[in-house]
């Protein structure tokens, strides 16, 4: 139960779980909505686009050496 509950936590300190988040939320209020489609998927948007603004990207690691063909 720790372990799943770690993996939960460092999920969401991603950014893109929350847009993914986000995105499924948005997806599933286009169905339920069809009248206001457009300003759900606005909104939607919208907030994907501040995630994107407000999270930091984590960078990659680097390859070791060993890894890495010449």
Same mark, same amino acid.
């Given at each position: 139960?720790?372990?799943?509950?770690?993996?939960? #936590?460092?999920?969401?300190? %991603?950014?893109?779980?929350?847009?993914?988040? !986000?995105? /499924?939320?948005?997806? /599933?209020?286009?169905?339920?909505?069809?009248?206001?489609?457009?300003? #759900? !998927?606005?909104?939607? /948007?919208?907030? #994907?686009? /501040? #995630?994107?603004?407000?999270?930091?990207?984590?960078?990659?690691? =680097?390859?070791? %050496?060993?890894? =890495? +063909? +010449?």
């Amino acid at each position: 139960m720790k372990d799943v509950l770690k993996y939960l #936590i460092a999920r969401l300190s %991603e950014a893109s779980t929350w847009r993914g988040l !986000v995105a /499924l939320a948005t997806g /599933l209020g286009v169905h339920l909505d069809t009248m206001d489609a457009d300003k #759900i !998927v606005a909104a939607g /948007l919208g907030l #994907i686009g /501040l #995630i994107g603004v407000f999270f930091k990207d984590k960078t990659p690691p =680097v390859a070791p %050496e060993s890894v =890495v +063909k +010449k």
